[in-house]
């Protein structure tokens, strides 16, 4: 019964947000083709501000998909419900506990999707910040697909927006676990998906 409330939740307010976007942001969405409607997916987008992850949400086109998003949010209760509604992954910032981490691998090993912002902050680029290895980290132990994601405009009011699904990235090269140190490996791939994205925007 709490799976049906929360599918049914989810695809109105999933609807309610689009056509807010589209209405207030002029929403245009590019590269639909290039996401797989089944099994694992891994979204990895650029982050500027909050409407990066509903932009996400409302155009990925996979009901499954699940964000991974710091445990601060929840302070806030439109974001603690949208949490809620999404089945949102919550990661404790600076924090040593692995369960978010099973979560997302287990997730994307039952087909799902994940989606996160390597940036780890907003702005990170920017702010020279160092990308958080974490989405390829879940890339490199599962068979998920990496998509991804740029998003442009939309940072004021009726400032038209638009959000790009580049083509899969490919890291077969990296995957043989007898060749590969895990870190080092992480963060190559970190770079390809971070260069990925810059692409996009």
């Known amino acids: 019964m709490k799976k049906l409330l929360r599918k049914v939740a989810r695809v109105i307010v999933r609807g309610a947000i689009f056509i807010y976007c589209k209405i207030v942001y002029r929403l245009k969405v590019v590269g639909l083709e290039n996401i797989p409607k089944n099994g694992a997916v891994i979204f990895c ?34 974001l603690k419900l949208l949490g809620n509604v999404f089945d949102v992954i ?5 924090d040593k506990d692995l369960g978010p981490m ?32 974490g989405a390829a980290y879940f890339a490199l132990n599962s068979d998920a697909v990496l998509i991804p994601v740029g998003i442009k405009g939309g ?5 038209k927006a638009t959000i790009t699904y580049g083509k899969p990235i490919n890291i077969d090269e990296y995957k043989d676990k007898e060749k590969r140190k895990e870190k ?4 190559i791939v970190t770079t390809k998906i971070m260069d990925n994205i810059i692409k996009l925007i």
């Open 90 to 94: 919550l990661v404790k910032r600076n």
């Open 184 to 187: 080092e490996t992480a963060e």
């Open 45 to 78: 987008g650029n982050h500027r501000n909050f409407l990066d992850a509903p932009l996400v949400e409302i155009t990925c086109k996979r009901d499954d998909a699940r964000f991974l998003a710091k445990e601060e949010l929840t302070k806030n209760f439109f």
């Open 155 to 159: 940072e004021k009011l009726f400032q």
């Open 102 to 133: 099973k979560e997302s691998l287990k997730t994307l090993k039952q087909g799902k999707s994940i989606a996160l912002f390597p940036e780890g902050t907003r702005n990170g680029l920017k702010k020279g910040i160092k990308p958080k290895t």
